[in-house]
């Protein structure tokens, strides 16, 4: 019992440090209040313009409205562990978590919810009133939608914490994390759906991104917040489960040869 309550304690007090230690970049913040109004604004007259021009299959223009919108909100909510820790490895700084009594993938995890907490109340609250009252932007989600989303988002933010944790691991490998980073963002912005939906690109890339596990990152939930998803709650989360739990073993086998590799070299 003591175990667990220092367990839940030292949980809690990650999450604590992960929330205030951005408190200090308040021009951080704003920026970024600034520049995603700014990224929907431009989406919304886009898209508007070019659904007075054309008709887009399967997608209304308030569910695409709705698609990007809260794309842009997952965007900021998600962990980006794989920048902060190849910093660390880079400085040297690493070698301070290290020895702490808690490993690393532990508290880079409830920090970046910590982070992601100070995210959701000073910067994605203001966007949301910014976007509904000033711009009267509105898009439309429903309750039972908006239920099924949180589900399938926990189970898309612990994916992104271990392919972003993955990547991070790779910095202790090379000196320089460039061309690790493009290829994450490549991903991301390529096989995610973040910027658009899968299903409207052509039927030979779908299929390829079909036996990929990079759609569970944004567009299965933004599938069910926009209310086109194809497939049922139940096929998204086990599909959900069983690649992270793939990840999640890939992770920890890396992990504990990136350990063994600096014990070796005498840390």
């Not at 230690?21 to 970024?32: C, D, K, S």
């Not at 409205?65 to 965007?75: D, K, M």
């Not at 299929?207 to 990152?217: C, D, R, T, V």
Request: positive net charge.
């Amino acid at each position: 019992m003591l175990r667990n309550n220092f367990g839940l304690k030292a949980n809690l007090h990650l999450v604590r440090i992960g929330l205030i230690q951005f408190q200090v970049y308040r021009m951080a913040t704003w920026f970024n209040i600034i520049s995603s109004v700014f990224w929907i604004v431009i989406q919304y007259y886009f898209w508007k313009a070019v659904y007075e021009a054309t008709v887009i299959p399967d997608y209304s223009f308030s569910q695409m409205l709705t698609y990007l919108c809260a794309s842009q909100i997952i965007f900021i909510l998600f962990p980006n562990t794989s920048s902060q820790l190849s910093q660390l490895v880079k400085q040297g700084d690493i070698i301070h978590w290290l020895l702490k009594p808690i490993s690393i993938i532990r508290q880079f995890f409830f920090e970046a919810i910590g982070i992601s907490m100070y995210r959701l109340l000073n910067i994605l609250l203001p966007i949301l009133l910014i976007i509904f009252l000033v711009i009267q932007i509105i898009p439309l989600v429903s309750l039972l939608n908006f239920t099924k989303f949180l589900v399938v988002f926990v189970l898309s933010y612990l994916f992104v914490f271990l392919f972003e944790f993955f990547i991070g691991l790779c910095s202790f490998y090379t000196l320089s994390t460039w061309g690790i980073q493009s290829f994450k963002y490549a991903v991301i912005t390529l096989l995610s759906g973040r910027f658009l939906p899968l299903s409207l690109y052509p039927d030979w890339v779908r299929e390829i991104i079909e036996h990929l596990p990079f759609k569970i990152m944004y567009y299965y939930p933004l599938q069910i917040l926009s209310n086109t998803a194809k497939q049922s709650l139940i096929e998204m989360i086990g599909y959900q489960l069983v690649w992270t739990g793939i990840l999640g073993i890939l992770v920890y086998a890396f992990y504990q040869k990136v350990m063994k590799s600096i014990m070796i070299q005498g840390g």
